[in-house]
């Protein structure tokens, strides 16, 4: 799905702001058949969770209606006009004055709803949407609503970080000619100094137009043209997009009508390979090796509320503690943030919503499910189904990002279950044929272990989360190391893939020391994360490392999140704990190199 932008033929209109705000328990029957009868307004984009000071609202379970004026350009009487959301979360309902005019579920990929014979150019209309945050069994993420003792009904999950709702990205309303450029597909390859952009273009309407391509260099000269939906433009002395050194291109893509251009769009396009050779991560050819984080989008007020202050603190962040990549746990991100991403050179694993699949985290330490986690009960043919859902558009929102570099399919799914394999082999299938380029991971649970996974030859790269010294062997780390290398080294025997680390950290309460020992504190953060390294540095096979989590997030009530999850290199206002100087001096000047290798990766 393209993203809406301004170009000689599309105009669009923020519909950020302030919005009517209320819950449908307080509402009356069909309220966006008139204006909604509240005083609250909510801030777009935001979560709403946080923003008022009212509980009833912070953990709503059902629907949430943002309601506002909406003026038509005049200038748009031959356009075709749509809405677009970049997320709604995690289920939405439109309605445009009185009528119905469309609905999505998934709450971190965008939609787009033609509302051409709705709206009238000139005129202005109601904007009501309604968002559900709620989850069950048949949602991706999962979750269970329950009715407790009190007769109020509440909202569990099986992930820690808070549940947040809303209009957590902008929205925009947006025209396109109506015959139109719908979507485009690239990928990159080059061979010496010549590099290859595959494209395609899928157009919609009348389809009688002709389409021509042209590629203009970072100066904006046009290095490559070509005419047709599809094809091959060839770049003499290419210059490739890589990690740390971003370079772009932009693919111009016109719709014609005999010599007029009906529709225009430009991507940018970074060339660039992605391969696993091996026990080798591959980009342009070159081992690279991983170091960075996994990230939530969490900040205080707005939740996950896309900020581009914070986007850009949090990628300064990246660079000055040496950090090439992360990872988008466990939700696409907003998609400025792939641009960003694209623009500064920083390597992106991008994950699907799918966390929480694995009723063995119900079971506490023991990993025993209650009952099977691939089931009837749960995760069952409907939960695949929008499983193959969030694969679909997350692969098709993020498939043209040179940062991206792999998909994460699920965090943390009960791999070692009976009816994993089942449940996988047909969403590895179908990512496959939506991006036959990327390697394929899933994040692996700490029950899932190499004598008991059923899964992981289904995928390219093995991405643990592991986390002893923490959860298993508390505060000891000298077990702590032996349980981690046993467990690296049974992989690496088991898979012959490259291995990486997507999750270990510890929780740590900023400000908190000790001369001894002690979980919580800032030198046993430090400690724990030395301790990863010392055995990660022993295995040519390790490529990368990504510490959970790049900065302290909300989580639900729980007894043992003080705060909040505790395990931020950084707090959550983005202030460093003292691990960050640790790790910045192990990781500035590595330029994707494993720390101790030279640039052909000998140690
Ligand atoms: C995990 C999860 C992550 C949690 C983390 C923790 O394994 O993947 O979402 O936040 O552990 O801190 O417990």
């Known amino acids: 799905m393209l993203k809406p932008k301004m170009t000689p033929t599309r105009e669009l209109v923020s519909l950020d702001g302030t919005w009517r705000f209320d819950l449908d328990s307080r509402l009356g029957q069909r309220p966006w058949e008139a204006p909604l009868d509240t005083s609250l307004e909510a801030a777009v984009p935001a979560s709403y969770n946080d923003l008022f000071v009212d509980e009833e609202i912070r953990n709503h379970v059902g629907w949430a209606y943002y309601q506002r004026m909406v003026q038509v350009p005049r200038g748009w009487g031959a356009e075709r006009i749509y809405l677009r959301f970049d997320a709604a979360t995690h289920a939405a309902k439109v309605y445009v004055d009185d009528v119905f005019v469309g609905e999505h579920v998934g709450g971190y990929t965008p939609f787009a709803i033609d509302v051409t014979d709705h709206v009238d150019a000139g005129q202005p209309f109601r904007l009501t949407v309604a968002v559900s945050g709620d989850l069950t069994n048949e949602t991706i993420p999962p979750g269970k609503i329950e009715v407790g003792m009190t007769g109020r009904q509440s909202q569990t999950y099986f992930h820690d970080f808070y549940n947040y709702a809303g209009l957590a990205r902008s929205v925009w309303l947006c025209t396109t000619p109506h015959d139109r450029i719908e979507d485009v597909v690239v990928t990159t390859d080059y061979e010496g100094a010549d590099g290859a952009v595959t494209y395609r273009a899928d157009v919609a309407g009348s389809g009688s137009g002709a389409v021509r391509v042209s590629l203009a260099d970072a100066d904006g000269a046009v290095v490559a043209e070509a005419t047709g939906a599809s094809g091959v433009l060839s770049v003499t002395d290419v210059t490739l997009w890589k990690p740390g050194s971003a370079y772009l291109y932009d693919l111009t893509v016109e719709l014609l009508d005999g010599d007029a251009v009906i529709d225009s769009y430009t991507l940018p396009v970074g060339v660039r390979t992605v391969e696993v050779r091996g026990t080798q991560f591959l980009i342009n050819g070159e081992r690279f090796y991983f170091t960075g984080f996994g990230k939530h989008e969490d900040t205080p007020v707005r939740g996950k509320g896309h900020d581009d202050a914070y986007m850009v603190h949090d990628f300064h962040l990246m660079d000055w503690i040496g950090a090439n990549s992360f990872r988008t746990s466990h939700y696409p991100y907003a998609e400025e943030v792939l641009e960003f991403a694209d623009r500064h050179g920083i390597v992106v694993i991008d994950e699907t919503a799918a966390v929480g699949l694995n009723m063995g985290v119900v079971g506490g330490m023991s990993g025993t499910p209650p009952f099977p986690t691939f089931s009837e009960q749960y995760a069952n043919d409907i939960t695949q189904a929008a499983h193959a859902q969030h694969i679909r558009e997350l692969i098709t929102r993020d498939r043209n990002h040179p940062s991206v570099v792999m998909w994460c399919l699920a965090n943390e799914p009960a791999s070692n279950e009976d009816g994993a394999r089942e449940y996988f082999e047909p969403l590895v299938t179908l990512a496959r044929e939506l991006d036959p380029t990327r390697p394929m991971a899933y994040a692996l649970v700490m029950f899932a272990t190499f004598e008991n996974d059923q899964c992981i030859d289904l995928f390219d790269v093995v991405c643990m989360n592991r986390y002893y010294g923490w959860y298993v062997a508390s505060g000891d780390l000298a077990t702590a190391e032996m349980y981690l290398a046993g467990d690296i080294k049974g992989w690496i025997e088991r898979t012959g893939k490259p291995i990486m680390m997507t999750e270990y950290g510890a929780d740590t309460m900023e400000g908190l020391h000790s001369v001894h020992t002690q979980v919580w504190t800032e030198e046993y953060q430090r400690d724990y994360l030395e301790m990863n390294h010392r055995v990660f540095d022993r295995f040519p096979e390790f490529v990368g490392e990504q510490i959970w989590n790049f900065a302290d997030f909300a989580t639900t009530n729980a007894i043992h999140r003080v705060g909040g999850n505790k395990k931020g290199v ?32 000998q140690g």
Not at 573 to 599: E, H, I, N, Q, Y
């Open 570 to 601: 950084f707090t959550r206002d983005r202030r460093p704990k003292s691990v960050a100087f640790d790790l910045r001096k192990r990781w500035t000047g590595l330029a994707g190199r494993k720390p101790g290798t030279d640039a052909s990766g």
